[in-house]
Nanobody, 127 residues
């Protein structure tokens, strides 16, 4: 059974940092782009960041650019999201996802392009 399991969420004060992890099991995703999305209460799902299968290319939402960093360790089948300078508006459930196409050249910002999803981890930033 393929699973993506997020961890590292929690409560942090504005200006603080958190590091999210997403561990994959059931198959390897070393040939798939992976990404992070988030969903705040009462809002739709929002693209946060994506990383190519090789790790050489990344893409960020404008709202997190310069504050968040996505990375991956293919040997551990894990993707990370380092979040710094957190703001209350970053409060959301964060979801890890994997692209359905191996060795894809496009980093999608639309959730429908991704096939596998984790259960999410809550991030709450207090003011």
């Amino acid at each position: 059974q393929v699973q993506l399991v997020e961890s590292g969420g929690g409560l942090v004060q504005a200006g603080g940092s958190l590091r999210l992890s997403c561990a994959a099991s059931g198959r390897t995703f070393s040939s798939n782009a992976m990404g992070w999305f988030r969903q705040a209460p009462g809002k739709g799902r929002e693209f946060v960041a994506a990383i190519s299968w090789s790790g050489r290319t990344t893409r960020y939402a404008d709202s997190v650019k310069g504050r968040f960093t996505i990375s991956r360790d293919n040997a551990k089948n894990t993707v990370y999201l380092q979040m710094s300078s957190l703001k209350p508006e970053d409060t959301a459930v964060y979801y890890c996802t994997a692209d359905r196409k191996p060795y894809g050249s496009i980093l999608y910002t639309v959730g429908d392009e991704y096939e596998y999803w984790g259960q999410g981890t809550q991030v709450t930033v207090s003011s």
